[in-house]
């Protein structure tokens, strides 16, 4: 990592919202659900699928969640009232998980109905290390009744033992590399580890006749997936690729126009803070571009 790219990941969290604010717009679709509507009208358009995810990441009470919980409802009702082709995204801390996991549970399975009776996926995404195990049980708990889905990440190392424990049932898994800052007993640190790590596990997954969201723009795993795609003779329904709102949007194009189906991960909310630091930490180029640019 540059120098430039280093200073930016240690000092980001001090940058005042206003100044993040942008450089993350391209990751967000904007404050409310019109907004993430407007967007996945915009992708269904050009070929691509969406998954919505509502912003917000702490929650200090019960009355927060069922905000959230609420709000998640209502993406489920534009989805269908609106004829998207999306699905929904949803966050276990947002839920509740930390505060209780009663509450948790009783948020999620309202939500879960309700995407039952309008025949609408609904996908948890992967936090940090402290949730894997919660997320990894409620998968499995609900995996029969309801047509759902979680996330498995490739830097951690449990995550081939994970596929293994789960595999007497149905799998229906996004593969991504993993976000969170993790210590290195429970997380491969190599960018090459990582990498082997995941197109292991994509083959383990393809094996067991798991749907399996491809979510990466690495363009070396993009490569290692459409080869794993052909040797097993997989059809066009049969998996997806998945990538960031506002990341790569030629490579997007090149997944489209070699006949993938591909789904866009489209946030919005108020609560944008968090997801942008989390993307601009990812990706600090976009800031030295944008910086060039004005300096030219
Ligand atoms: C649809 C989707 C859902 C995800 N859900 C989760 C989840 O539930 N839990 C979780 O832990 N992680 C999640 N992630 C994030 C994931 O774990 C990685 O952190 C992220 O995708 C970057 O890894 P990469 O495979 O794209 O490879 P990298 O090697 O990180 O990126 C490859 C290339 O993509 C471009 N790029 C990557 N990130 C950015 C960016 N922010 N801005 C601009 N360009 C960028 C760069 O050109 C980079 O060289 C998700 C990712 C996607 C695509």
């Known amino acids: 990592m540059s120098l430039f790219n280093k200073s930016v990941s240690m000092f980001i969290d001090k940058v005042p919202p206003s100044t993040v604010a942008v450089f993350a717009k391209r990751y967000i679709a904007g404050p409310n659900l019109e907004d993430a509507v407007r967007v996945t009208k915009q992708l269904n358009a050009q070929g691509a699928m969406t998954t919505i995810d509502v912003l917000g990441e702490f929650v200090s009470n019960k009355e927060e969640t069922e905000h959230f919980r609420d709000l998640a409802i209502k993406v489920l009702e ?26 948790c549970l009783d948020n999620i399975e309202k939500i879960f109905k309700r995407a039952k009776e309008l025949g609408i996926f609904v996908r948890i995404d992967m936090e940090d290390s402290t949730c894997t195990d919660d997320t990894l049980e409620i998968y499995r708990n609900y995996r029969d009744e309801f ?23 149905r799998l229906n898994f996004r593969l991504c590399k993993g976000i969170y800052i993790e210590p290195r007993k429970i997380a491969y640190q190599e960018k090459d580890i990582v990498r082997d790590n995941y197109t292991y596990c994509l083959e383990t997954l393809f094996k067991k006749k798991a749907y399996v969201g491809i979510a990466t723009h690495d ?45 866009v991960y489209v946030p919005f909310g108020r609560d944008w803070l968090p997801y942008s630091i989390r993307r601009l930490k990812e990706n600090p180029n976009l800031i030295k571009s944008a910086l060039e640019g004005y300096l030219r």
Not at 80 to 88: C, M
Not at 237 to 248: P, R, S, T
């Open 78 to 103: 534009a989805i269908d009232s609106h004829q998207l082709d999306a699905n929904l995204s949803l966050k276990l801390t947002q839920m509740g998980l930390k505060l209780s996991k009663a509450l």
């Open 147 to 169: 047509n759902i889905g979680t996330v498995l990440q490739a830097y951690m190392r449990r995550t081939i033992n994970d596929i293994e424990k789960l595999s007497d049932g």
């Open 219 to 263: 363009e070396y795993l993009v490569f290692h997936a459409e080869r794993l795609i052909r040797e097993y003779g997989l059809k066009r329904n049969e998996y997806e690729y998945q990538m960031l709102l506002g990341v790569d949007e030629e490579l997007r194009e090149i997944i489209l126009s070699r006949g993938h189906r591909l789904r």
